[in-house]
């Protein structure tokens, strides 16, 4: 039943009429949780939630246009970007035969993380489908050809033009950006960060000497899970050279990237643990809490360093 071809391992859209609405309580984001009874009642689905389900199809099944339904509602950060980190299992099934193509492991421990935009470039509908999903939901989705890659549809074996049918878990979602509360900071002699819509952090460091001593600033606190150092933690960040005020490193030009605080410089880790998912922490690392006389890369030795973090969420903790 399980293949498992390159796409999943890593891992065009349609108008629909509006049937079902839901407002979700974050971001103000108002998911449509029903588009056409009228399809999606052709398909059948039994199981657990976060376990592989039992579908029957109506067949052959054919559309034309993309259509989903709500089969069980979560709670908690929406889908809102393709450049979110989730972590979704799935089944699809042939359109013509209701025989299962393709399935994910619905493995327990989460582990398989990706962004939005990875699903998205193997099955478009998903952006449409998905937006304002939340943790929790299971979804049916009713996909034409067009919402499929094409190279995507030879691989699972789908004939050109067929429609498929997937149900999909959003097992977990992480924020896209920092969304805690602002909070009042003493920023004398310390960098000032203002942000672009999506997050980004632009920072303005000021014409004065780099504090000698470890400075650690929480400039947004979240109120998710507390960063112990005993898990993973996901986020983005921005790191910049004091002297010169050049950055030397971000990843806000592509995912955000999951740090194990022993495998960080000392200043950045002390700048993480303790703090609360959604939080955005601005630290100021010495060189002895960098990396030293020696340096790295384009950081040269004796750097001050800069770092703007937004804590996104907490990886699965590694097998031992």
Not at 100 to 112: F, G, H, M, N, Q
Not at 197 to 215: H, K, M, Y
Not at 280 to 294: E, I, M, S
Request: proline share 8%; glycine share 10%.
């Amino acid at each position: 039943m399980r293949k498992t071809p390159a796409f999943l391992a890593i891992l065009g859209l349609t108008a629909a009429a509006l049937v079902g609405c839901s407002a979700s309580p974050s971001d103000g984001c108002a998911r449509v949780t029903d588009t056409d009874p009228a399809v999606t009642d052709l398909v059948s689905v039994t199981g657990e939630f976060g376990a592989a389900p039992d579908v029957e199809v109506y067949t052959p099944f054919q559309v034309d246009e993309l259509a989903w339904a709500d089969l069980t509602e979560g709670e908690g950060t929406p889908i809102t970007t393709p450049n979110q980190m989730v972590v979704l299992d799935m089944v699809v099934l042939d359109g013509k035969t209701g025989e299962p193509a393709v399935a994910t492991s619905y493995d327990e421990t989460l582990s398989s993380v990706f962004s939005m935009s990875r699903w998205i470039d193997t099955l478009p509908g998903l952006q449409e489908s998905l937006q304002c999903a939340q943790e929790g939901d299971r979804v049916v989705i009713a996909l034409p050809s067009e919402a499929i890659n094409p190279a995507a549809a030879t691989q699972i074996g789908l004939e050109e033009g067929s429609s498929a049918v997937a149900v999909v878990d959003v097992r977990k979602v992480y924020l896209p950006k920092a969304d805690g509360a602002d909070q009042f900071t003493d920023s004398n002699g310390l960098p000032s960060v203002v942000r672009a819509p999506n997050g980004r952090p632009g920072v303005i460091i000021p014409d004065a000497p780099a504090p000698t001593e470890l400075s650690i600033q929480t400039i947004k606190k979240g109120d998710g899970e507390v960063v112990t150092g005993d898990q993973p933690v996901r986020a983005h960040y921005t790191g910049l050279l004091w002297d010169t005020r050049e950055v030397f490193d971000t990843s806000w030009d592509g995912d955000p990237v999951s740090f194990d605080l022993n495998a960080v410089v000392p200043g950045f880790a002390a700048a993480l643990e303790g703090q609360t998912v959604g939080s955005q922490v601005l630290v100021v690392v010495p060189p002895d809490q960098g990396y030293g006389d020696a340096g790295q890369g384009a950081i040269p030795g004796g750097a001050t360093l800069v770092f703007v973090i937004d804590i996104l969420g907490l990886d699965p903790q590694p097998a031992s």
